[in-house]
């Protein structure tokens, strides 16, 4: 157990909708990550938060969105749903913005049908 | 842009067997380098880490060493067990202020008793 939670575990839900996906970081970490696990593309970065402001984007959509709060828990937001982006989502956390080292949560696994 | 290409999976041993994984970046600047592992269902756990090259990262019996010269970082192992079946990534970060992973595309190993 890596200390990151991340809910719901699995969402399943249909094209044109919007869904939101909860990160809790580890106890003491201020950075958060999002990343996007599929088949074909591997695992991309998407957007990294270090308290509250965020630090670096990666390949995130315009249609997705992500904010992380006073408590340090993060959201990630994906709307107008496509097919394509059924995937796992994992968050992870770290202490510092290095990321060195990261630790993952289990995953929020999303089926768009 | 940087980038990790790992051996395609997936890779098939016996128990007990030598195990290599092939990995190799490209990096305009001096990285450090990591490999991760996904048990089945579960998030990421760093394995282990190299900063700075010719560091060697070890974990579990797992090893690995930083070749500046070759950009390299290959994953061994002496002596499988079927515990180790699992996807292993190969990841590089700068750190700094932005410690996004770059990921490779996965190697899975399936050990057989």
């Known amino acids: 157990d890596s200390g990151v939670t991340q809910t719901p575990k699995h969402l399943i839900t249909a094209t044109g909708q919007r869904v939101t996906l909860r990160c809790s970081p580890r106890?003491?970490?201020?950075?958060v990550y999002w990343y996007q696990q599929s088949l074909d593309q591997g695992l991309q970065f998407l957007i990294q938060y270090y308290n509250g402001e965020e630090r670096a984007k990666g390949n995130i959509l315009e249609r997705f969105s992500a904010q992380q709060f006073p408590d340090l828990h993060s959201e990630l937001n994906l709307s107008s749903l496509e097919l394509g982006d059924s995937a796992l989502y994992f968050c992870a956390s770290s202490v510092e913005p290095s990321g060195r080292p990261l630790f993952f949560g289990p995953g929020t696994r999303l089926t768009v049908l | 842009g940087d980038s990790v290409t790992q051996m395609e999976g997936p890779v098939t041993l016996s128990e007990e067997a030598f195990l290599t994984i092939n990995c190799t970046y490209t990096?305009?600047?001096?990285?450090?380098l990591f490999w991760y592992v996904q048990y089945p269902g579960e998030g990421l756990q760093l394995l282990l880490k190299a900063t700075k090259a010719d560091d060697k990262g070890s974990n579990k019996g797992f090893e690995a060493t930083y070749r500046k010269e070759t950009t390299s970082f290959h994953l061994e192992k002496g002596s499988v067990q079927v515990s180790d079946s699992a996807v292993y990534f190969c990841a590089l970060n700068y750190g700094g202020s932005q410690g996004n992973l770059i990921f490779g595309k996965g190697t899975k190993l399936s050990v057989k008793p």
């Open positions: 990096a305009t600047g001096y990285p450090s």
């Open positions: 106890s003491g970490d201020l950075s």
